[in-house]
């Protein structure tokens, strides 16, 4: 149908992606309610543009989401049943959309501006509003306002004139379409990585606040958990347990995220009556959840049927974001899919990066680099050319630049393959979206500085961790790992399955996510075969200089990971207790310029 009945006219044509993408393996199920779910978006509002696979799986931009938001509606209304769109938080920190912004101006408040546009029905605050206590302010004062209480901040608060307040609101009670009334909650993970003046309350001490009783105290006909927390080993079972012990049998829907993941847990407590889902990142899943829920109690009382207590059917579905898909699941064409608002936003967006100067090209990269399809150290690993840029980057017009020296950083601050071709603004800030400093400790003895890399990465490699290091670093806001082992898993059961690569060779299959999470049947909306893994440490380094073991070096260190280092420098050695007093800036080059500079001196 490429008529556009939405608007009455007809819109001009989108160009497709650049490659020809596979379509949704079959319609999505549709029951009394559903829901779509974005989390972990972090600034990818123009979609993944690079032609080389899987970005176009994710092409599809802010625009086209709003478009297929519109229609899903208009088929809701038709079909008379609840739909209701989601978003579990980490809208900061991952593009030049939300990292390009000018010098003085806020992470993320003009592709904030973009999100505000969409009908979202429930948002919870991820970890990422939290690491700058600015951010969080332009939460509090022009995000959450726009939401008329739908912004959820349940155990997250920042302080304004000596004054704790949440974020957003603790809680909301709202009704649906169809009348049902929903009791909905936000909650972040227990986050300690927050700056000062904001603060997150431990989910276990929330559960005992009396706003937390209040609210739940009164039966909905379902409950509806957002929260930026993973629905896999983490505390959802706490709230979850809370809820149960006032209401037993009340449906609970749950929408998490964090790890960046796509998962899914049927019941977290084998009741028959709850489902958890969670939908992957930086806009390379848009999450479907339908639950085929009773009418709304108000109507059975009404017309005095019994209490419902039957196990729920519940469906979840993982769409790889793009007009396929898309098109694909409205019914819709390539000229009837546009709406009026959707092609604003996407016209607004693209307006943003010429703003931002996100097409600044600083370089042509020669190659792909990748975080996890190349082992580590090697030519095609973007840690290894990191490892690479930082003696270039840092010791531009630096006074030390002479002094021998090891630089390290986490390899969690690398965020994003860097594709071969024009190496942009927009690309540096893929790769490297955290705006950190770069610190060191002079005078350190070479002998104890280079054991500090392999130390971090002892404490940090998943096999070695203890369970208190693992906890505190998870705690800080760590889960590259997690997001890691999920990757590697999907390539080796690949491996594995007899015939696996056969099939996929048969079916011409392109790369992508394969998940295999706890909820019965196929996942994944579009099939795919998985991307190759190899694992990687850590934290990362320059290559050591050729120095004598005694010989003062330059201990140069990203701010991100100061209080490891200098407890890990203390444990390496015992001639000097080091403490923050020893640490100076070393340059005011940001890790979200090095690959810039880098690109501008190797690649031109
Ligand atoms: O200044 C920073 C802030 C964060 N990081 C990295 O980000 C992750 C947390 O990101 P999620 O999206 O919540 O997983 C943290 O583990 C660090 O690896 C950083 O490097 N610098």
């Known amino acids: 149908d490429d008529h556009d009945h939405a608007h009455g006219h007809v819109h001009a044509k989108r160009e497709f992606p650049s490659a020809p993408l596979t379509r949704p393996s079959r319609p999505l199920q549709w029951d009394s309610v559903n829901i779509i779910h974005t989390t972990d978006s972090h600034g990818w509002l123009l979609g993944h543009q690079k032609p080389s696979f899987p970005e176009p799986n994710y092409s599809g ?50 592709s904030n501006e973009f999100f505000k546009q969409l009908p979202y029905d429930l948002l919870a605050i991820g970890n990422h509003e939290l690491y700058i206590y600015n951010n969080t302010l332009d939460m509090y004062r022009n995000f959450a306002p726009r939401f008329n209480g739908r912004y ?26 169809k009348g049902r009334q929903v009791t909905a909650l936000g909650v972040l993970f227990d986050f300690t990585g927050n700056d000062f003046n904001t603060t997150v309350q431990p989910v276990e001490d929330m559960v005992k606040e009396h706003w937390f009783t209040e609210a739940i105290k009164d039966e909905p006909d379902f409950f509806l958990l957002a929260g930026h927390m993973p629905v896999s080993r983490d505390n959802w079972p706490l709230i979850f347990n809370a809820v149960r012990a006032v209401h037993p049998l009340t449906p609970i829907l749950i929408l998490g995220g964090h790890t960046h993941i796509r998962d899914c847990r049927e019941s977290l407590q084998l009741d028959g009556r709850s489902m958890s889902l969670e939908s992957g990142r930086y806009m390379e899943t848009v999450g479907w959840m339908s639950a085929e829920l009773p009418a709304p109690k108000i109507h059975r009382r009404h017309n005095g049927e019994d209490h419902d207590t039957k196990n729920i059917t519940f469906t979840r579905r993982y769409l790889d974001p793009n007009r396929v898909t898309y098109e694909y699941h409205t019914g819709r064409g390539n000229f009837s899919f546009d709406t009026a608002w959707g092609q604003s936003i996407t016209r607004g967006l693209e307006k943003l990066a ?118 505190e670093l998870y705690a800080r806001g760590y889960v590259g790992a997690r997001y890691r082992e999920w990757v590697q898993e999907m390539y080796q059961r690949d491996l594995e399955t007899e015939g ?105």
């Open 500 to 604: 696996a690569s056969a099939r996929r060779a048969a079916a011409n299959l392109t790369l992508g996510y394969v998940t295999t999470d706890s909820c019965p049947g196929v996942g994944d909306d579009t099939p795919h075969t998985p991307l190759a893994f190899f694992d990687s440490p850590d934290f990362i380094a320059s290559a050591s200089p050729e120095v004598t073991d005694d010989a003062p070096i330059d201990l140069v260190f990203v701010d991100f990971i100061e209080s490891q280092l200098i407890q890990i420098l203390n444990q390496v050695q015992s001639e000097k207790v080091f403490t923050t007093e020893d640490v100076g800036t070393y340059t005011p080059v940001l890790a979200t310029e090095i690959l810039g500079i880098f690109a501008q001196q190797a690649w031109n």
């Open 152 to 177: 959820l901040s349940s155990n997250v608060n920042i302080t304004i004139d000596g004054v704790s307040r949440p974020v957003g609101d603790r809680f909301a009670k709202f009704k649906t379409r």
């Open 354 to 471: 010429k703003t931002f100067d996100l097409s600044f090209q600083y370089g042509v990269a020669p190659h792909d680099f990748t975080l996890s399809q190349s082992p580590f150290p090697s030519n095609n690993s973007v840690l290894s050319l990191m490892a690479e840029a930082m003696p270039v980057a840092l010791t531009v017009n630096n006074s030390r630049a002479s002094i021998p020296n090891i630089m390290i950083t986490n390899s969690g601050s690398l965020r994003f393959d860097i594709y071969s071709g024009p190496f942009t603004k927009n690309d540096q800030l893929t790769a490297s979206p955290f705006a950190d400093s770069f610190l060191y400790i002079a005078n350190v003895p070479f002998s104890a500085a280079s054991q500090v890399l392999p130390a971090l990465n002892n404490a940090g490699a998943n096999e070695r961790r203890d369970i208190a290091v693992e906890t």
């Open 61 to 110: 931009d802010f625009g086209d989401f709003s478009s297929f938001v519109t229609h899903m509606k208009e088929l809701a209304l038709q079909k008379d049943v609840d739909l209701l769109l989601v978003d579990s938080g980490d809208l900061h920190d991952g593009t030049g959309l939300s990292d390009g912004y000018p010098t003085g101006g806020v992470d993320a408040h003009a």
